[in-house]
């Protein structure tokens, strides 16, 4: 890929924020120590401070969020086994497999619902039998939904999800890259949204503006075994306080702000529906992810060609993906959709 230039407004996805001012004076006089020893003191405070946000008893530091849902699913599964989650999951569609090929772990997809939330019935019909089947051993959700348009799920929607869990003994995951974002947008505390899973992931590296870094949360024995599975997986990454400090810092001041982000998509999508040639609503915006289908249908041609006057964005199918983030304001939004409908007319 060619070098971004400077003055190009990037709307492909919140993974594309620069770590603040204070997140590099933070990194640069960070304490650390030997992680896989337990010894980096920064790494240990994000890890506290991460359980203690999500209502868990302890945390683990690692690479990505990709990462921390393989470390969830071989920690709860043995090779073998199997875990449902949707069909448009983001462990399942864009994450190379990792779970199989690492685990052995067989991903069955259930169909997805409205706002990509799976139906309880569906779950609980394809949980495997005693006999000779596969064991199914995890339950995983998703919030906020990436292909949900961003849905951000409150604990009255995830709850029947996870009774059905543990009406059938199974651990209940989620994959809540944004569920600080969920947070936010409901106005509800994030341990509450994680109330009802064994185990949840979340990205300091999206809306939180880290450089690097997601944290895993839940029980002593769960974040026991995640720690072994971790290390097998490479990920022992020694004096790492230098990128848990950037991390401490998203916590304590980055949060707050995604509700900016949340704005400035709601503002992204009613000028988008405006649009001729989209088909989007608005009401169904509700963080900082933006799916808008064209009536043309050729969601890569015309990111392509949005690429070639200024404005980045993911397009596959019939559609093109926008992602509000910090570093990008209000301004940036209206000169977006400038350019979309100048080529809209084009």
């Not at 067989?106 to 609980?124: N, S």
């Not at 005693?130 to 939904?145: A, D, Q, Y």
């Not at 974002?181 to 992931?201: C, G, H, I, K």
């Not at 064209?294 to 969601?299: E, I, K, N, S, T």
């Amino acid at each position: 890929m060619s070098e971004i230039q400077a003055n190009i407004i990037d709307l492909r996805s919140d993974t594309l924020t620069k770590p603040t001012p204070e997140m590099r004076r933070a990194m640069a006089e960070a304490e650390v120590g030997d992680d896989v020893y337990g010894e980096d003191p920064s790494v240990n405070r994000l890890e506290q401070v991460s359980a203690e946000l999500m209502g868990k008893e302890k945390g683990l530091f690692v690479a990505s969020g990709s990462m921390g849902n393989i470390v969830s699913a071989l920690s709860w599964c043995d090779r073998g086994e199997e875990l449902i989650c949707g069909a448009e999951a983001h462990l399942l569609v864009n994450e190379m497999g990792s779970i199989a090929a690492f685990g052995g772990i067989q991903m069955r997809a259930v169909p997805d619902g409205k706002r990509g939330l799976m139906d309880p019935d569906l779950v609980d019909s394809t949980i495997s039998p005693n006999g000779w089947f596969p064991n199914t051993s995890l339950l995983v959700l998703e919030n906020t939904h990436n292909r949900g348009n961003g849905a951000a799920y409150s604990k009255e929607e995830m709850e029947p999800l996870a009774e059905v869990a543990r009406a059938r003994s199974l651990a209940v995951h989620i994959d809540g890259a944004r569920i600080l974002n969920a947070s936010v947008a409901l106005s509800t505390p994030p341990s509450e949204l994680a109330s009802v899973a064994d185990s949840v992931t979340f990205c300091l590296s999206k809306g939180l503006a880290a450089p690097v870094g997601s944290v895993v949360v839940g029980d002593e024995a769960f974040i026991h075994r995640a720690r072994r599975v971790r290390k097998m997986l490479g990920g022992g990454m020694r004096q790492a306080g230098v990128l848990a400090a950037a991390g401490l810092v998203a916590l304590e001041t980055m949060v707050d702000r995604l509700a900016d982000d949340h704005l400035n998509a709601q503002r992204l999508a009613e000028g988008l529906a405006s649009i001729s040639g989209f088909s989007i609503d608005p009401s169904t915006i509700e963080t900082n992810i933006v799916y808008v289908e064209l009536d043309d249908g050729d969601g890569p041609a015309f990111a392509s060609r949005l690429r070639n006057l200024g404005v980045l964005a993911n397009g596959r199918f019939n559609w093109v993906r926008f992602v509000t983030h910090y570093g990008i304001n209000s301004e940036d939004v209206d000169e977006a959709l400038s350019i979309v409908e100048t080529l809209a007319k084009s």
